[in-house]
């Protein structure tokens, strides 16, 4: 990459850049091959309530897949038990797993909303994200902060209006 972007590769700044980029990029993606069923392994505990669970404001880092440039902002969960309820750090080691990839917003979202509603067995997960694409910001036309917002809901966060009511309003950005 420096060689093609015509970088001396000699130069003293530079002499550790291929290092660090990969040890970056390394980390950056340890979201591969993890199971997520191994991440929540002893934080699944019997709960008989079944009032909602939700979680908001959770960080997140990833990258994209077209341009390899960061995508970040906050993820919002919310998950209605049906027996169990999971330790509430498993919930951005989760989101990690699946943002530490190659992502578009709107996989993420799924994934995340979905690896929650087969490790639960929930009846309903809804999963909220709001971000900022570096690659519109810093590329082309559309410069300046904007942000995308992407959901994911499922049983009875689909079905249950008031459920989806609470869930939602929150999350809308305050001013
Ligand atoms: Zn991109």
Redesign the pocket.
């Known amino acids: 990459m420096l060689t093609a972007i015509g970088e001396d590769t000699g130069r003293d700044g530079l002499a550790d850049t291929p290092r660090r980029v990969a040890e970056s990029l390394t980390y950056l993606t340890d979201g591969y091959g993890v199971d997520p069923r191994s991440v929540v392994r002893g934080a699944l505990y019997e709960h008989a309530g079944d009032e909602p669970v939700t979680v908001r404001n959770l960080p997140f880092y990833s990258l994209?897949?077209?341009?390899?440039?960061p995508?970040f902002g906050r993820c919002h969960i919310g998950y209605v038990p049906a027996g169990k309820v999971i330790g509430l750090s498993k919930l951005p080691r989760l989101l990690n797993l699946y943002a530490h990839r190659l992502q578009l917003q709107e996989r993420l979202t799924r994934q995340l909303a979905e690896a929650i509603e087969g490790i639960l067995n929930a009846r309903g997960v809804a999963v909220v994200i709001e971000a900022r694409?570096?690659?519109?910001e810093m590329r082309g036309v559309e410069r300046g902060e904007s942000e995308t917002v992407t959901s994911c809901i499922l049983g009875a966060y689909r079905t249950d209006a008031a459920l989806r009511a609470e869930f939602m309003e929150p999350t809308r950005p305050t001013p």
């Open positions: 994209c897949e077209h341009h390899l440039l995508m694409h570096l690659c519109v």
